[in-house]
């Protein structure tokens, strides 16, 4: 495991895809971004919200995107690439679970 923040955040491969996160969470810094910046919550409102976090935590996460915006940025750059592919390809699962609806 690779310390990227003092002890708070964290970047281990095969762990929320090798992306920053809160150490010992499954918390990742864009998550806490997502809803600082854009949801408008206080870290207190984000730390109500995943109680197992701190307000360090999520200080040292948002420290941590101020210091790595490029990387933040490109993991939401990346994120709704996915997305756009996931609305062009159709779902193997989503058709196994209707076919079994329509057996009944």
Sequence with gaps: MTIVSQEHI???PGICG????????????????????????????IVYQYPG?????????LAYYHDHRAEIEADFENDRKWDEY???QPSKLHDTLNA???SD
């Design 86 to 88: 996931g609305k062009t």
């Design 10 to 12: 964290s970047k281990t």
């Design 100 to 102: 079994g609806e329509t």
């Design 18 to 45: 090798g992306r920053a996160c809160i150490n010992g969470h499954r918390i990742r810094v864009m998550d806490v971004v997502v809803l600082h910046e854009m949801q408008r919550m206080s870290p207190s409102e």
């Design 53 to 61: 976090i701190t307000l360090a935590d999520v200080y040292a996460a």
